[in-house]
């Protein structure tokens, strides 16, 4: 008997060997798991969480963008350009932030608040809105 390798017919190899594929395949998975959080693009908003009773925003710094663009850190009316200097003399790094701001304000505007806020070192943002009319209270 002549077995494979000592001059004999050899037999082609009919199985597919997919170790291989998988691990190419795994290291694919674990790279897009890895880039997928860096792709994402937006705000990370910490939001107020629901509660029955409501928000307190007494405990918290409240920001206000009125229809005419006045903006107010606190009770104090700032310019647009002493915004992020009014958010460190009001300590806002260090407790909440409660962006409240005209409907007819522009979705820009406000994105460019909030983006200020995080420069200026906010961690905890709430955004604040009225319950709709007919709404429980």
Do not use: C, W
């Not at 037999?11 to 790279?31: Q, S």
């Not at 790094?93 to 995080?118: E, H, N």
């Not at 905890?124 to 009225?130: E, S």
Request: charged residues 15%.
């Amino acid at each position: 008997m002549i077995g494979p390798g000592a001059g004999g017919h050899r037999r082609p190899m009919a199985d597919i060997n997919v170790t291989p594929l998988v691990d190419v395949v795994l290291v694919l998975l674990i790279i897009f798991m890895v880039t997928a959080p860096f792709l994402q693009g937006g705000l990370e908003i910490d939001l107020p969480r629901v509660a029955t009773s409501g928000l307190d925003v007494h405990e918290g710094l409240i920001v206000s963008v009125r229809h005419d663009m006045t903006l107010a850190v606190g009770q104090r009316v700032v310019s647009p350009a002493n915004f992020e200097q009014a958010l460190r003399q009001a300590h806002a790094s260090q407790r909440p932030v409660f962006l409240k701001a005209d409907q007819t304000v522009p979705y820009g505007t406000i994105v460019d608040y909030i983006a200020r806020m995080r420069r200026a070192g906010v961690v905890q943002l709430g955004l604040v809105t009225q319950p709709p009319v007919g709404a429980r209270k």
